[in-house]
């Protein structure tokens, strides 16, 4: 009786698994891409952010108010107390960055794009990838797995053009509301360098939006940089100079 | 003259006490003097060492877009021919060697910390030709290929790594794709120069060119010249060939010896404003302590000078009786002084200052690193006896007028 029940239990459980792979209709890859880039495109998008990154002996928590405009031009502000005043600014594949103390205006360049960003397991070249994957990758759905319940494509991009940042990435896609649930991203060695989970998502009437993302720098221990984002607010109004050097120094 | 000399002498042996902190105090300042310079004059020779045998060389050429953008170390300003230029720069007197090179910028893990460190790409055989560096290495050289590494010594040991152990290396490509590998430690430099003890990061180019998808690409080539006996020469011969190479490949940089040099003593002429201080502070201490000494020797002697004139000796035979006793005492102080320095410079060229172990691994910003040793300059001997003997007899003047002014009557009843 016990062997039945346990028997039942398992197969309900690979029934259910199987059910909710299913469920997902097939897609191509650049179609699954196409929706998830559907998700995250906005006209213009304002939100508070939390960064808290785990250096394992101590953790560190940063809190900025940050504007964008596409995937190309975003404007960031800390405003914890430590880092009061701090600004970036992000225009194509250029950054700034802004010392209030010192009322200097750095361009963030060289070899200093490939440090952590603000001590962070993001780097500064991290923040500055823009452009649609699709044209950058070639993507191919290997199958569909269930991630923290969410039934989800698993894609893997394969580099088509040299100047991308990995040569192979592995995304969890999840097939009902198209968000990147967890990504893997892969040296041309085929080390695996860093890993990302988007711990919530949120719903902002049709768009599925991930709100608190996980990224962690796998070259070094410690538990990675959590970014939490509030009071996210999509298509804002922004003055004209929002996106300038002007405005940066202000 | 040979009966004053006798009672000067007599003179300042009286007052033993007092003539002995006098000495003691000049020999200090003196020998400190000496021993500094031993140290700073080590300091500038290891450092233009540095910079020749292991971090420069005589010429280190790149082109002047990489130049311009040297502290980002890209990999899209390679060298057009390598080849080529290292073919002239052989043609010119007094080349011996030349080695290509790439720099590039990384990140190094152990697994548990990730530090972004400045790594050179390099052919083991020719750059051992060039530079210095497999004689600091303990373990052993790049053999090229193997993905072996050579850490810095400091470097390693700030990321828990020895010998053998596997050391993750990550970095951009050309391309600018991300890639990693995993290279064993097979050397540990703790060289002179602290750069390279601190986070040299050295791998062959069999390795770089798989890590970084070089496909011979080179950013700079090094140039070892032959060694001359004076430093002017060596600055001269960098600074010719330099301008030989910039005259024939107008695209090119060529930063000579010469240009780096001069650069770093410019540094080192700061330095040498406070071994003047040193002295200058310690030769006032032994100043006025010469002064006190002659001084107290006059007062405690008022009533021998009323004799002595009184006997038919001139002012100025009491003026030159004190001054010989400030002679005196200068000649002894600066023999003194000089075999206080003469034990301080052998100390410092025979043993050496550990620095890591005297500063508890602190970093002071110095431009050398391990052991420094003193450098011999008998000239600072010659200065340091003069400046000893001048002091004393300086400081003698005014209490030897003083007592040559005495009344012969009132020093006589002076009691």
């Not at chain 1, 991203?185 to 998502?201: C, F, H, I, Q």
Request: hydrophobic fraction near 45%; proline fraction near 3%.
């Amino acid at each position: 009786m016990r062997k039945t029940i346990q028997a039942t239990l398992v197969a309900g459980i690979f029934a259910a698994a199987l059910a909710a792979q299913e469920a997902l209709p097939e897609l191509a890859g650049d179609e699954i891409m196409r929706r998830v880039d559907a998700n995250l495109a906005a006209g213009s998008i304002a939100y508070s952010g939390v960064m808290e990154i785990d250096l394992g002996h101590r953790t560190l928590r940063k809190e900025m108010r940050v504007v964008a405009q596409g995937q190309d031009r975003s404007f960031v502000e800390f405003v914890n107390p430590e880092d009061e005043g701090v600004r970036y600014l992000k225009i194509g594949d250029e950054l700034w960055m802004y010392f209030p103390e010192e009322g200097d205006t750095v361009k963030i360049s060289g070899h200093l794009l490939k440090e952590g960003m603000m001590g962070s397991d993001l780097s500064y070249e991290d923040t500055l990838e823009s452009g649609a994957l699709t044209d950058k990758y070639d993507i191919t759905v290997s199958g569909t797995e269930e991630l923290d319940g969410r039934p989800c494509y698993v894609l893997e991009l394969s580099a088509k053009v040299r100047d991308v940042s990995y040569e192979r990435q592995k995304f969890w896609v999840d097939g009902q509301r198209f968000v990147v649930l967890k990504s893997e991203m892969y040296a041309k060695s085929g080390k695996l360098l860093k890993e990302s989970r988007v711990l919530a998502v949120k719903a902002f009437g049709k768009r599925w939006y991930p709100v608190t993302v996980m990224m962690k720098d796998l070259l070094k221990k410690g538990g990675g940089t959590v970014f939490t984002m509030t009071d996210v607010r999509f298509d804002v109004s922004l003055p004209d100079d929002m996106f300038s050097l002007r405005r940066l120094g202000r | 003259m040979g009966t004053l000399f006798k009672i000067a002498w007599r003179n300042v042996w009286r007052h033993g006490k007092r003539t002995a902190l006098t000495i003691i105090t000049m020999a200090f300042g003196l020998g400190l003097y000496i021993g500094m310079d031993s140290v700073l004059k080590g300091m500038d020779r290891t450092g233009l060492d540095n910079i020749i045998n292991l971090t420069d060389s005589s010429v280190r050429v790149s082109t002047a877009a990489y130049e311009e953008e040297r502290g980002s170390f890209p990999l899209d300003q390679p060298l057009p021919d390598p080849a080529g230029l290292a073919d002239f720069i052989r043609s010119r007197p007094r080349v011996l060697a030349t080695a290509e090179r790439t720099r590039f910028v990384g990140q190094l893990s152990n697994g548990i910390d990730a530090l972004y460190v400045l790594a050179v790409a390099l052919d083991p055989e020719d750059d051992a030709r060039v530079l210095d560096l497999p004689q600091y290495v303990e373990g052993s050289w790049l053999a090229g290929g193997g993905n072996e590494i050579v850490l810095g010594a400091k470097l390693a040991a700030d990321l828990g790594l020895g010998l053998g152990d596997w050391v993750t290396l990550a970095a951009r490509t050309r391309w600018e794709a991300q890639n990693a590998d995993d290279f064993r430690v097979v050397g540990l430099i703790d060289a002179t120069e602290p750069s390279i003890s601190g986070s040299g990061v050295f791998v062959s180019f069999e390795d770089a060119d798989t890590l970084l998808e070089l496909d011979g690409l080179r950013t700079e080539l090094i140039v070892r010249m032959e060694r001359r006996d004076t430093l002017a020469a060596a600055m001269e011969d960098s600074d010719a060939l330099a301008a030989a190479v910039e005259s024939r490949f107008p695209e090119m940089a060529a930063m000579s010896f010469g240009d780096v040099g001069r650069q770093f003593l410019e540094l080192a002429k700061a330095k040498s404003k406070s071994i003047t201080m040193i002295i200058f502070v310690m030769m006032l201490i032994a100043g006025v302590g010469i002064a006190n000494t002659v001084l107290m020797s006059v007062y405690a002697r008022i009533r021998e000078v009323g004799v002595l004139r009184a006997f038919g000796l001139h002012p100025k035979d009491i003026t030159r009786l004190f001054l010989i006793e400030g002679g005196i005492i200068g000649v002894v102080g600066a023999a003194a002084g000089l075999l206080v320095g003469l034990g301080i410079d052998l100390f410092f060229i025979r043993v050496g200052m550990p620095l890591e172990a005297m500063m508890g691994g602190i970093d002071m910003g110095l431009p050398v690193g391990g052991t420094l040793y003193g450098e011999w300059n008998p000239d600072q001997f010659a200065v340091a006896a003069v400046v000893g003997i001048v002091v004393a007899l300086i400081s003698s003047w005014s209490p030897a007028k003083k007592a040559s002014r005495l009344e012969v009557t009132n020093a006589l009843r002076f009691v």
